[in-house]
Structure formats: C-alpha cells, structure tokens
C-alpha cells in the first residue's frame, strides 16, 4: 500500500539555524500540506500546495517558513531561522484531489536546543 | 476552531466493540464526517469518512444520524493496537480545505 513517507525522523538543530525537513507524497497525489504538533498539543494546519504554489496557509506559516517541490516526487518544509518554538513533531500529507482524503507521514520530530 | 465535541477519554474491553460518539451541531449540508487516529505520536492515520450515509470499511462503521448533527465511530471487535486518540473532524468537500482537529477521544482498550 502506498505511503507517505518523511526524513528524517528525528532532527536536533541550534536555535538560529535553518532545517529542511523532507516529505515524499504518495506518487499519483497532487496536493500536499504540512501539519505540526506540539507536545501535548492539537495537529495543526501549516500549509498546504498544489500546482507548484501554496494554496492556503495559516497563521503559524509565518515568513521563516517556506515550501518546496523541488523534483517530481519530494515536498520540502524549511525554517529559515529556527526558534525554541518551532520543536515539535511535523507531519506531511498528500491527497489525490481536492476534497479528497490526506494520507499522513509518520512524521519528523525537530528538536530545538 | 473544530466544529466538533468528543468525550475526552473512553475505555473499551478488548474483543468488544468500541463505540465513539462525535457531535457536529452546526455540520453544513456540504460538510463531509472524517475520522482519523493517532496512535501515540505518529502520524494521524484515516480511519472513515461519510456525508449521509453510514459507512462501513475494513477498520471501522461510521453511523451518521439522520439530521447529520452527531456520529459514532463503531471499531467492532477492539484490540489493543487500537488504543489512539481519535479525532472527529467536519470538512467542507469538494475544496483543498484544511484538517481542523480537536483534542480527540483518547481510546484505551483494557485486556
């Protein structure tokens, strides 16, 4: 069955440094999001792209965040300069239409020292 | 803000069926019932979703009430691997709309 799968698992960065946290969707999908929770929080919306453009963001996607399809098959989430905040656990999803059910990846934890 | 209310916590013997209520009271005739799990702190995993009709699927039932206000999630025979949290959510489809969660129903399933 196919997944969506995310690398790495587990990240620990420098507060100031950029991450790159990397997200291959399930192969025939289209539209791809980010999402993130924070320990002993709800999943939250980030962001989510479709046709080579961001489609909606929320209020967290601020300026430090940027998204990327930089090949046919990986979707890429970077912060730019990364805060205390910012740890928490970022999952990727993938759906084949819009309206359509998202498929999550198990996820990468970023740690932030 | 979800557009949903679940019980915090339910318990549930293994091998009985696990019953998990949902109410959406203010659902719009367009809004689609998703149901989704998160088994520890990976990644949510679809379980169901349904506009009117009940559901049925290889993992679980999902019986819509008739005036769409509330819903139960039914995992027939639970197991242990089922303890989650499980999240209601209401989506407008068709559209790229995001996921809205809530706190969940924290399901633990007791041998």
């Known amino acids: 069955e196919p997944e969506v799968t995310q690398t790495p698992s587990h990240q620990v960065t420098q507060m100031g440094q950029e991450v790159i946290l990397r997200c291959v969707p399930i192969?025939?999908?289209?539209?791809f999001y980010w999402y993130r929770q924070i320990l002993g929080q709800k999943v939250e919306f980030l962001v989510s792209f479709y046709n080579n453009e961001i489609s909606e963001k929320s209020e967290i996607f601020d300026d430090q965040f940027s998204v990327e399809r930089p090949d046919g098959s990986n979707f890429t989430l970077k912060i730019r300069s990364t805060k205390l905040e910012d740890s928490a656990m970022y999952f990727c999803?993938?759906?084949?239409?819009?309206?359509?059910?998202?498929?999550f990846g198990p996820g990468t934890r970023l740690l932030v020292l | 803000d979800a557009k949903t209310t679940q019980p915090p916590s339910m318990d549930c013997a293994e091998g009985r069926a696990a019953n998990l209520p949902c109410n959406h009271s203010?659902?719009?005739?367009?809004?689609?019932v998703y149901w989704y799990r998160q088994i520890h702190s990976q990644g949510p995993q679809y379980i169901i979703h349904g506009l009117k009709n009940n559901e049925t699927n290889e993992m679980a039932s999902l019986i819509i009430t008739e005036d769409r206000k509330s819903s139960t999630l039914i995992l027939p025979h639970a197991t242990l691997r089922d303890t989650a949290v499980y999240y209601c959510?209401?989506?407008?489809?068709?559209?790229?709309?995001?996921?809205?969660f809530g706190k969940g129903t924290r399901l633990s399933v007791i041998a």
């Open positions: 192969s025939n999908h289209l539209y």
């Open positions: 203010t659902i719009s005739g367009n809004e689609y």
């Open positions: 959510i209401v989506r407008v489809a068709p559209g790229n709309t995001p996921l809205v």
């Open positions: 999803a993938s759906s084949s239409g819009a309206g359509k059910t998202q498929y």
